[in-house]
């Protein structure tokens, strides 16, 4: 049992013998079937979310958009206070400012640029600080993420940045609050295959 696709195909198939999993192909997005560009099935997307640098510079649908804002908003947030914002980036002077606050990094200038950014002033509980700024640094990471497979899903890709200079990233976009994460986010230029990943006997320490 060697890499996620095994494990989804084997145990997928168990649980819903009549179904299947698309495993990527290297073919463009227009000879798939649009079963397999939108893609709800949560196994599919994992098993084939890889990261993108080359977008098209077609535009992504608002209705898309707003499945992916949806998405990052059902994540779990720490006390469910939701102490995360995120900033949708449209303006073309800001995108290259980010440029330039992650290493100039040429693909964060993508078709859709969304910043997220901790915000433990939402997190109320009687915690030190420190802690709150804990729990808004995860909840920003997990919408994100939540946000990054639901861009699969609807058959875009994505990539996520967090090479970036904070203080620079914050004076791009006009905030005081503290960003964890770029998730940039098109119609990719190549479907490409997923990464090999460890092994679960690998990636497992199991504590007896
Ligand atoms: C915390 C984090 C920071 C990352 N920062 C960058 C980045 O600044 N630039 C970049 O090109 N990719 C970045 N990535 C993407 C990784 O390089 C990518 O996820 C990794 O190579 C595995 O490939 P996969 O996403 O296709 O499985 C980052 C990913 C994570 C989770």
Redesign the pocket.
């Known amino acids: 049992m060697s890499n996620p696709k095994d494990i989804f195909n084997r145990l997928f198939k168990e649980i819903h013998p009549q179904d299947r999993l698309f495993p990527k192909s290297e073919k463009g997005i227009g000879d798939f079937e649009s079963e397999e560009i939108l893609n709800t099935n949560i196994y599919n997307v994992m098993l084939n ?3 993108q ?1 080359k977008f098209e510079s077609k535009y992504v649908e608002d209705w898309k958009l707003d499945i992916i804002f949806a998405a990052a908003d059902t994540a779990p947030t720490a006390g469910g206070f939701q102490g995360f914002e995120i900033f949708h980036i449209k303006n073309h002077g800001i995108k290259i400012k980010l440029v330039m606050a ?2 100039n ?1 040429p ?1 964060v200038n993508a078709p859709v640029v969304l910043v997220f950014c901790m915000n433990p002033s939402r997190v109320k509980m009687k915690f030190p600080s420190d802690t709150l700024k804990k729990f808004s640094i995860q909840d920003a990471t997990l919408a994100a993420a939540y946000a990054q497979l639901a861009a699969h899903s609807l058959g875009l890709s994505s ?6 200079d904070e203080i620079k990233v914050m004076e791009a976009i006009g905030t005081n609050l503290f960003p964890s ?1 770029i998730l940039c986010i098109g119609y990719p230029k190549k479907i ?1 295959q ?2 090999p ?1 460890r092994t679960l006997s690998e990636l497992i320490q199991v504590i007896e």
């Open positions: 979310r890889r990261s640098r992650a290493n990094q693909y990539i996520w940045i967090g090479m970036i994460s490409l997923p990464k990943k």
